[in-house]
């Protein structure tokens, strides 16, 4: 059973739309978050939600934006895709994880976003 | 600001052989921890070995191993026995209040 799970895994889309990515994550953790790895393979983080809470917002533009329906779910919407948005987007989750620096974080296998 | 770096782009290695990338971070932090991941072409983010940082003894897993040096704040990683399988990029990162700070990674080829 994969412990975290993105779909798609793969996204093309057109500049300007509005576009979704889910996560989903069966490990029981309270802790959930969003990288970014850019073209040069760069990985950032962007967000974290505890138990459904926005712990971490990593001054991302407003054009992203979290949503957590319960605590083994992430998901990113992206309104109003630009080109430099294109990118891979991990979700990570670990056990705890609210401002510890002690909490492993497992990667689910990433979300490949092409805008054109 | 706590950084990481990564001063080596690429790095290659014999099958069989020994290999050890470098890393060095910057924080004023006295309790951390750091972690080495792994990236193979799949793209999946494979967690390698965990180092904390009140601990003198360094990580080890299997033919994975960490040199931590908390003074110089340097925290290698020594792959024993170099497999094909172990091809990858790889990437030091420090947990800090709940996210992971990353290097700029490491491509690992490993020849036959």
Redesign the interface.
Known sequence: DTAVSQTPKYLVTQMGNDKSIKCEQNLGHDTMYWYKQDSKKFLKIMFSYNNKELIINETVPNRFSPKSPDKAHLNLHINSLELGDSAVYFCASSQEGTGTTTDTQYFGPGTRLTVL | AQTVTQSQPEMSVQEAETVTLSCTYDTS?S???L?W?K?PP??????VI?Q?AYKQQNATENRFSVNFQKAAKSFSLKISDSQLGDAA?Y?CAY????????G??TTLQVKP
């Open positions: 932090e309790d951390y921890y972690f991941y990236q799949s793209r999946q983010m494979i967690l965990r904390e990029m990437f947990s800090w209040v709940g996210k992971l700070i990353f700029q990674g």
